[in-house]
């Protein structure tokens, strides 16, 4: 079991940069793969990115592509998202999540535990 807690959210203008953070604690953080998606007002939880239990794949929506990176330093059972450029289409509750392969996934459905959520707006 991996417990989940974000930080790092605010409120930011556009073309802006933010880094958000992912805690982990449990015993199996290092074998999991790890992922970030977002959830806008009335929309759909989506994914945003997904990074290997040892850091070696990574993947991202195309909507990100180029101005978010992922990253994770398994010494700390931390992941990152450093995220630049960032437009107001980018508002929304940002959610780190473990998943059930070591891979990652673009798949919510593959993922098994999730963090609070932290709330990351761009204003325009």
């Known amino acids: 079991q991996v417990q989940l807690v974000e930080s790092g959210g605010g409120l930011v203008q556009a073309g802006g940069s933010l880094r958000l953070s992912c805690a982990a604690s449990?015993?199996?953080?290092?074998?999991?793969?790890m992922g970030w998606f977002r959830q806008a007002p009335g929309k759909e939880r989506e994914f945003v990115t997904a990074?290997?239990?040892?850091?070696?794949?990574?993947f991202y929506a195309d909507s990100v592509e180029g101005r978010f990176t992922i990253s994770r330093d398994n010494a700390k059972s931390t992941v990152y998202l450093q995220m630049n450029s960032l437009k107001p289409e980018d508002t929304a509750v940002y959610y780190c999540?473990?998943?059930?392969?070591?891979?990652?996934?673009?798949?919510?459905?593959?993922?098994?535990?999730w963090g609070q959520g932290t709330q990351v707006t761009v204003s325009s």
């Open positions: 999540a473990a998943s059930a392969s070591p891979h990652g996934s673009r798949s919510r459905y593959q993922y098994r535990n």
């Open positions: 449990g015993r199996t953080f290092s074998t999991n793969g």
């Open positions: 990074i290997s239990w040892n850091g070696g794949s990574t």
